[in-house]
């Protein structure tokens, strides 16, 4: 299982820096797994693609304003402190910059002291856990001081942070945003709905692992990163419903695919569950819990584009993404989509 096989070239002016204006307005490959028939539209035209009595299952997470610029209590010297996963009460485990600036019992003031961290642990790769102290309500006070922990390979600024949300964003908790979802406008759902297109909801909070490059040749001594995930019985109840009566299962994102295989891997079947999971999907592997898939074009090398190869075959993925290039496609974060069903 060598990396190489999952590498492409990828002009750096290809890489969207802002989202487009009208969500929906972005560019749709449409890849029949049957046939191998790749298609161009744009992503409203979902609609035509979809049948009724099929199910879209959507990650409701919402992004944390996680990323926090503060100074050392004392020398004023400033740090930037990225929040990945809360581990206790007002305790998180947390990314910092300069990470040698940092140590056991340094405090750190954001906010003229409206909210304090002081570090509890070091932990490995820079990471830290810290405790926070403030008044108030915490998300509240992370909304007025923090900025959208936007990917690596984005430079721009975001005006609106809400760009960087989906519309039905509503669980606290990522890192990241479950960008295939991002196209997605309140119109272009309740078109679905009227159409008879049914519409599950789960939770995974992304964490900033899905950013990180697979750095081994054999990609089967990859460490995958863990992520919490969340399904009602009421969507495992749906979910089963919509598969007894021949609709198919159509996943929004490689996080809504991770939850939902995780759960199929461990119950063969759609069930109430909850917890992390580091479930790692490639070639040969067989997905279980979906009929289709809406995704965004991903990094060189990722576990990512690992998952869409084994969904959909990597020959076939490869050959949709070198067109993608050659049609001038936009990738990652805010870029365009692909339907591969």
Known sequence: MDIKQYDFDLPEELIAQVPLEDRSSSRLMVCDRSTENIEHKHFADITEDLNPGDCLVLNDTRVLPAR??????GSGGKVEVL?????????WEVLVKPAKKVKEGTKIIFGDGKLTAECTEI?????RKVKFSYEGIFLEVLESLGEMPLPPYIKEQLSD???YQ???AKE???????TAGLHFTNTLLEGLQEKGVELAYLTLHVGLGTFR???VDNIEEHDMHAEFYQLSRETA???NRVRENGGRIISVGTTSTRTLETIMRDYGTFTEAGGWTDIFIYPPQKLQAIDGLITNFHLPKSTLIMLVSAFAGRDFVMEAYHRAVEERYRFFSFGDAMFIK
Do not use: W
Request: proline share 5%; charged share 30%.
């Open 123 to 127: 932990q490995e790769h820079g990471g």
């Open 237 to 239: 109840d749906q979910l």
């Open 166 to 168: 989906t519309v039905y």
């Open 172 to 178: 606290e908790g990522s890192a990241a945003a479950p």
């Open 68 to 73: 926090l610029f503060g100074a050392k209590e």
């Open 213 to 215: 490059p697979v750095s």
């Open 161 to 163: 942070r809400e760009r």
């Open 83 to 91: 929040l990945l996963h809360q581990t206790e009460e007002d305790e």
